[in-house]
Structure formats: C-alpha cells, structure tokens
C-alpha cells in the first residue's frame, strides 16, 4: 500500500494522530516481522469472523440485559479456546458500567475475582462488543508474543482500549484500560505500578 492510500485510511479512522504516529504506523504496516506476529495467534480470526458474520446479533445480546446467552462458532475462540462462549447477564452489565465510566473520562479498570469465575470469557464478550462499534483494541493474552513498540502508535491514541488478560504488569498507557486479574494476581508486587493509577475494581460474583 503506498503512504498517501495508507494516510488517507489512517486519517479516517484516527484523525488526531500526529504525523509521527502515522509514519511510525506505516512503517509497521509494511513490516514483515509485524506481520508474522500478527498471525501468531490464528484463534483471535475466529473472534473477528463472529464479529464480521453475527454483528447485529451481538449488539442487540448487549441491549437484552435479563437473559443469559450463547455464541457459538465452529472453531475455538481465542484465550478460552473454547468454540462456545457462555454469556452471563453480569458481563452485559459489567460491560455498560465500562463504557458510561470510560466516556466520562475514567481510564483504568480491574475486573477481578477467584481463578476460573469468567475474568477472561469476560474480557472476550468486551472485546466483541468493542469490535462491533468499530473501537481499535489492544487485547494482550497471558501467552502475547508481540511487543509493547509494535502498537505504541496505536496506544498512545485516546480512542483505543487496552485490554490485559492475566497480566500483572500491563502496560503503563493513556488509553482506557481494561485488566482482568486474579486476586492472587493483584497481590503480587508486580502489580504495583498499575495500582498506583488507581484503577476502577469491579468483583466478578461466582
């Protein structure tokens, strides 16, 4: 792709981007080694699929907030790697305390809660959800092979939204953050510089 098709694209979907962050982006795009990375992980295709072929059923799931449901789809999902994803009425919740709070301006977030009560099939549904309003996301899985300086230029851009599985030391970022985290996790020292930002807890209920 050459700069200025690449620019006009960029511009659109990131308009306060400084002329450094577009041509640190591009340079990026053009990488090989990026490109590798990105194919790393095949499973997190699958979650763009459903988000591609099952949009409009996804935000009106958000919209109906007094019932549990499912997603399904013929290959495993990314992190739970599971082809089916169980959709509590909480994560629904959960999910619009995330959104109202981040519009007024609160940044950082923890969901925690015991090891196995659903932090990382939550963090999926949010990253769903954010996928199909056309939000750019970061998701950072336990398991990340990629670096902090592949998507510096996109987490330094106020509308991306960081999110953080099981990490005990996320990234430091302006962007709104969103760490799942279990509470063994959060008592490491690791932690630490992440809390000092006092970020938002949410409990996650059996």
Sequence with gaps: MEFLEFLDRY???FPEATPE????AFQISKSNEFDKKQKL???FESIYNIVKSQKDQLLEMQQDQQKNNVIEHNEELAVIEKKI????????NLYDQLKKKSGCGLKKFLITGTSG???SCFLVYVLMQLLCEDVVVIFQPL????TYNDFEFLLNLTTTWYLADGKTSPELVYETTVVSLSLNGI????FQEFDKRHPIQYYMDP
């Design 41 to 43: 992980n095949p499973l």
């Design 187 to 190: 008592a490491k020292k690791d």
């Design 143 to 146: 398991d990340a092979c990629g």
């Design 11 to 13: 511009l659109k979907h």
């Design 21 to 24: 962050q577009v041509n640190k």
């Design 85 to 92: 994803l169980y959709v509590r009425k909480s994560y629904k």
């Design 117 to 119: 009560i659903g932090k």
